[in-house]
């Protein structure tokens, strides 16, 4: 919490020193609660005897590349496009940003085997969730990668030449499967909330899902389930954050998973897909939110 607080007053330093443009974009509340945030930080290392703290230099040693460059090129687009599942937002390209290390574990020791069993089943439900992330981020970086091997691999598999500008090859399929992953992951976090809170849903119920979680009898209609709204409100984050990603992603990884998906080769198709480029971005966004899904989560837990 330390670093973060840190971090947070020297960026509002940083912004108070261009005043007129927070004042023309934000008004007057916005810099008023700048400076009060900024001070509230600096009263509470002022209170504490610590205030030098609030000039300490947060920057890391830059990450030193890999000497096997397959591992190299995979750690700078995990850095490149903030992938990882770790804590270290102050200086993202250096050492403390390579990384899952995001984690939960034991404590103390469990003596009743009925709670050995269930931290057990939570442990093996978190580490799918991190798999599930983790073998779709390798997939999604493994899209962009065109050697010749894999080129050469692509091009055993006979495909029609496609008339409408469309593409279909093995990196296509890739940036697919990578797209139709990360929501496997999210799918998997609805399924840990369901057993983690207790809420009662069959685990094959077909509507049970990342939308659907947060209702009672999944179902928009009957209003928030109770133990969500009323005892666990740091589950908010994961919340506003699928909000935020809203339908239409999710209607895409449908498409994707029981009928098609086209990727434009030079943007000259008649339906208006995306290049492999932009669609290769959207997949990016997504992971991005994800990761911070996960992060919220066992934030939570």
Not at 211 to 229: P, Q, V
Not at 257 to 276: C, M, N, Q, V, W
């Amino acid at each position: 919490q330390g670093g973060y607080l840190i971090y947070a007053y020297q960026l509002y330093e940083q912004a108070l020193k261009h005043k007129d443009s927070i004042l023309s974009i934000g008004g007057n509340d916005a810099y008023n609660q700048f400076v009060m945030h900024r001070d509230h930080i600096k009263k509470h290392y002022a209170d504490n005897n610590q205030e030098e703290l609030l000039a300490v230099n947060l920057s890391h040693e830059h990450h030193s590349p890999n000497v096997n460059k397959t591992v190299e090129d995979y750690t700078a687009f995990c850095l490149e496009n903030d992938l990882y599942l770790n804590l270290h937002i102050f200086d993202k390209h250096s050492t403390g940003s390579v990384s899952d290390n995001v984690s939960t574990s034991l404590i103390t020791t469990i003596a009743d085997d009925d709670a050995k069993r269930w931290v057990a089943e939570v442990f093996m439900r978190l580490n799918e969730i991190k798999e599930s992330y983790m073998t779709g981020r390798y997939t999604l970086w493994l899209s962009q990668q065109k050697t010749p091997a894999m080129s050469k691999i692509s091009e055993q598999s006979l495909l029609v030449n496609n008339l409408d500008y469309t593409a279909h090859n093995l990196y296509t399929g890739l940036l697919k499967t990578s797209y139709k992953e990360v929501f496997s992951v999210l799918d998997k976090v609805a399924n840990f909330l369901n057993y983690y809170l207790e809420l009662g849903n069959d685990e094959n119920n077909p509507y049970l899902n990342y939308r659907k979680i947060w209702y009672t009898d999944l179902n928009k209609t009957n209003g928030f389930h109770s133990r969500i709204t009323s005892e666990n409100y740091r589950l908010f984050g994961i919340y506003s954050l699928l909000n935020e990603l809203g339908e239409a992603p999710s209607v895409e990884r449908n498409t994707l998973e029981h009928r098609y998906k086209r990727i434009s080769t030079i943007g000259l198709d008649p339906y208006g897909a995306p290049t492999f480029s932009e669609f290769t971005q959207q997949t990016v966004d997504v992971y991005y939110k994800v990761k911070c899904v996960i992060i919220y989560l066992l934030n939570f837990i």
